[in-house]
């Protein structure tokens, strides 16, 4: 199964209707992003399809979802992991964070959960190395600190300055055996999403 059936697998297995405050369920089937409150959204299923084959999740793999909110992703990364991954959600509105962590909760994949993430630390760099990062916010540059929360040869899907990115850390290791930490990127279109808060 390729990665795109793979997603659509489980976008099937999780829809965002069980993802949205109750008053924007009615808007569950529309591609487009929904506001879940305090200004942020969740984002079209055309664009999280399109990122989730860019990061083609394994089973087994360790992943990071940046910008968690309502933990849809974050439903769908562990649906893709299976139980022999795990995946860290990390939200930097308590509120959204809450509520996330509630609905994931109920989907009875205890592999993944939603944090609170920690104020002036982007990701969750206690938690890695990780194989994927997905990032659901625009970054005004591609982030050094989250490069360096992935394990040689994993990937990132991020959106920085409304392009997207996929970057693949280099699996080369320098003559002390220490991971040289470069990256190789690709850039995949054009997308507007929410500004990542990176203080």
Known sequence: MDAAQRVAEAMAAWPRSGFLPRRERRHAGRDGPVPIGHGQTNSQPRTVAAMLELLDVR?????????????????????????????????????????GA?????????????????????GSPSHGPFDRVLVSADAQTL???????????GVMVIPVRGWMHRVVRDPGFDRDGVATGDAQVEMHGAYRFVPLIED
């Open 143 to 153: 982030s050094r600190e989250l490069v360096d929360q992935l394990r040689p040869g």
């Open 102 to 122: 509630a609905s994931l909760e109920r989907t009875g994949m205890p592999w993944a959960h939603v944090a609170l993430a920690t104020p002036g630390v982007l």
């Open 59 to 99: 089973p087994g793999d360790r992943v990071l979802d940046v910008g968690a909110g309502s933990a849809w992703t974050t439903a769908l990364l562990a649906h893709l992991t299976g139980p022999d991954g795990v995946v860290v959600g990390v939200e930097r509105i308590p509120e959204i964070a809450a509520v």
